[in-house]
T-cell receptor, first 114, second 117 residues
Framework: DSGVTQTPKHLITATGQRVTLRCSPR?????VYWYQQSLDQGLQFLIH???????AKGNILERFSAQQFPDLHSELNLSSLELGDSALYFC?????????????FGDGTRLSIL | AQKVTQAQTEISVVEKEDVTLDCVYE???????LFWYKQPPSGELVFLIR??????QNEISGRYSWNFQKSTSSFNFTITASQVVDSAVYFC??????????????FGKGTKLSVIP
C-alpha cells in the first residue's frame, strides 16, 4: 500500500461528458503529480502541484484541468471527453517534489469512454 | 529533451531463471536520478529503487540487483531465480527538471516480464 488514495477505481462514461478524478496524497507529502497511461502513449506526465500551487505542466490537454486543495488532496477534471481519453490515470505524491524523491503512486483510476 | 529506452518489449522466462531488463537513458543534466517501478497485473505502480548519477555502485536487494553504468548511460535490472510473482511490467524512469523547482518522471515504454512455472 503506497498510501496514495485514488477514487474512483473505475469510471465509465460517454463522449462529451465531464468527470472528476480524486487523489489523496500520502500523509506529509506536499507534491501531487498526475500521469496518464495509455496503450499508444505509455506513461505521460500531465501536471504537478506543490502545496496548492501549480508547478509544472506536461502533455495536458486544454480540456483537462487540475487543482490541489488546502488539505492537499487533488482533483483532475476531464471535460468534453473523447474516445481517446480512455486510459489509466495515476496520481503520485512525494514529500516536496525534488528530483531525488521517489514518487509514490496510487492504484489509478481506469477511465473508459463509450 | 530526456529520453528513456527499454528496448525489450516482452520477455518470457521459465521460473528460477535469471533475467535482465535493459534501460538506456539520455539526458543533458549532470545530476539526475533514475528509478525502476513495477506494475503487476493488478495495475498499481510500485516503486522499487532510486539511483543518483553520482553513485555507480551496484545495488542488491534480495533477488533484485541493479547495474548502473554512467559511461554507457544504462541502468539495468536483474532478477535472480525468477518467480511467477515477478510477472509484471517493469518501467525505468528518469527524473527530469520541468523548471520552477518541479521534477517529473520520464518513463520508458516498459518491459513485460512473464515468468512461466
Amino acid at each position: 500500500d503506497s498510501g496514495v488514495t485514488q477514487t474512483p477505481k473505475h469510471l465509465i462514461t460517454a463522449t462529451g461528458q465531464r468527470v472528476t478524478l480524486r487523489c489523496s496524497p500520502r500523509s506529509g507529502d506536499l507534491s501531487v503529480y498526475w500521469y496518464q497511461q495509455s496503450l499508444d502513449q505509455g506513461l505521460q506526465f500531465l501536471i504537478h502541484y506543490y502545496n496548492g500551487e501549480e508547478r509544472a505542466k506536461g502533455n495536458i490537454l486544454e480540456r483537462f484541468s487540475a487543482q490541489q486543495f488546502p488539505d492537499l488532496h487533488s482533483e483532475l477534471n476531464l471535460s468534453s471527453l473523447e474516445l481517446g481519453d480512455s486510459a489509466l490515470y495515476f496520481c503520485a505524491s512525494s514529500v516536496e517534489g525534488m528530483s531525488n524523491q521517489p514518487q509514490h503512486f496510487g492504484d489509478g483510476t481506469r477511465l473508459s469512454i463509450l | 529533451a530526456q529520453k528513456v529506452t527499454q528496448a525489450q518489449t516482452e520477455i518470457s522466462v521459465v521460473e528460477k531463471e535469471d533475467v535482465t531488463l535493459d534501460c538506456v537513458y539520455e539526458t543533458r543534466d549532470t545530476t539526475y536520478y533514475l528509478f525502476w517501478y513495477k506494475q503487476p497485473p493488478s495495475g498499481e505502480l510500485v516503486f522499487l529503487i532510486r539511483r543518483n548519477s553520482f553513485d555507480e555502485q551496484n545495488e542488491i536487494s534480495g533477488r533484485y540487483s541493479w547495474n548502473f553504468q554512467k559511461s554507457t548511460s544504462s541502468f539495468n535490472f536483474t532478477i535472480t531465480a525468477s518467480q511467477v510473482v515477478d510477472s509484471a511490467v517493469y518501467f525505468c524512469a528518469l527524473s527530469e527538471n520541468s523548471g520552477a523547482g518541479s521534477y517529473q518522471l520520464t518513463f520508458g515504454k516498459g518491459t513485460k516480464l512473464s515468468v512461466i512455472p
